[in-house]
């Protein structure tokens, strides 16, 4: 790594980046990470997004389908197909919800337990690749900052949200 944080193998930023160098940044961070996930998550059979959805099954237990959308920030398209690919691979059952017949609650299913461990392991994998030799203050210094970002990009997606178009 050079000291300005950028990696040789990334190549230099295109030209019309040059002005955004943060955000170019987060996105070759968040390509690479996601494609180490892919690699990794591929071992159990799921894409990466599934193996959240079933993080947060395992956590919470059964859901409605609308109420992991929100939580997960995903479209209902999007959860809709997620949701099939898991069911029709077993790890995953939906039924009718008994209170709003037009909801559909998602529970993990028993399969789905042996597939935790695995998903638990690969995200350990995951984040010991990421923070590779960062001391513990330089990975607290990256929460604290990607918190911030977070936070930054929240505020200024609901502010979009709620104008009129």
């Known amino acids: 790594m050079t000291p300005t944080g950028q990696n040789p193998t990334s190549g230099p930023n295109p030209p019309s980046a040059e002005h955004s160098p943060v955000s170019f940044a987060i996105f070759r961070v968040a390509r690479l990470h996601r494609l180490l996930a892919a690699q990794l998550l591929r071992q159990a059979g799921l894409h990466p997004g599934?193996?959240?959805?079933?993080?947060?099954l395992w956590d919470r237990g059964p859901q409605r389908q609308a109420d992991l959308c929100a939580v997960l920030g995903s479209d209902s398209p999007t959860m809709t197909r997620t949701v099939q690919r898991l069911e029709r691979a077993g790890f995953v059952r939906r039924s009718p919800d008994p209170g709003d017949g037009r909801a559909t609650i998602v529970e993990p299913t028993a399969a789905s337990q042996a597939l935790r461990q695995d998903v638990e392991r690969m995200w350990r994998a995951l984040e010991e690749a990421t923070l590779d030799d960062m001391d513990e203050d330089q990975q607290a210094e990256t929460l604290r900052v990607l918190g911030l970002?977070?936070?930054n990009l929240a505020r200024r997606a609901h502010r979009a949200a709620d104008r009129p178009d």
């Open 50 to 56: 599934q193996e959240l959805v079933m993080m947060h």
């Open 149 to 151: 970002l977070e936070c």
